[in-house]
């Protein structure tokens, strides 16, 4: 229950911020689809992520050998505090914010 609900926090929230968002069934871990922002390479947006919003995102070809077919996927864990999960999505809202000219 403790994981459906953060799990449900992250994935609803990461949703309403235009993130496509694959919502996991047996993992503690979401995954979005980058190329809905126009991006395609998961290494380089999860190291502008972590330091243009302060959030850590995981890019799915670390667990690739060799050439991926998952460059436009990330991962987000939500084995976290709700409180951490609270703020990773509130910084997001804010970097969402800048990077579509919002207020």
Request: hydrophobic share 40%; charged share 30%; proline share 3%.
């Amino acid at each position: 229950a403790d994981y459906t609900r953060k799990r449900n926090l992250l994935c609803d929230g990461l949703r309403q911020l235009g993130f496509q968002v694959f919502v996991p069934e047996g993992t503690y871990y979401a995954l979005i689809d980058i190329r809905s922002l126009g991006v395609e390479d998961d290494v380089a947006f999860c190291r502008m992520l972590t330091e243009k919003a302060g959030v850590a995102a995981i890019p799915c070809s670390a667990f690739y050998f060799s050439t991926s077919p998952a460059r436009h996927l990330v991962r987000f864990a939500f084995c976290k505090k709700e409180e951490t999960l609270q703020e990773a999505l509130r910084r997001l809202k804010k970097w969402n914010a800048k990077r579509t000219g919002q207020k």
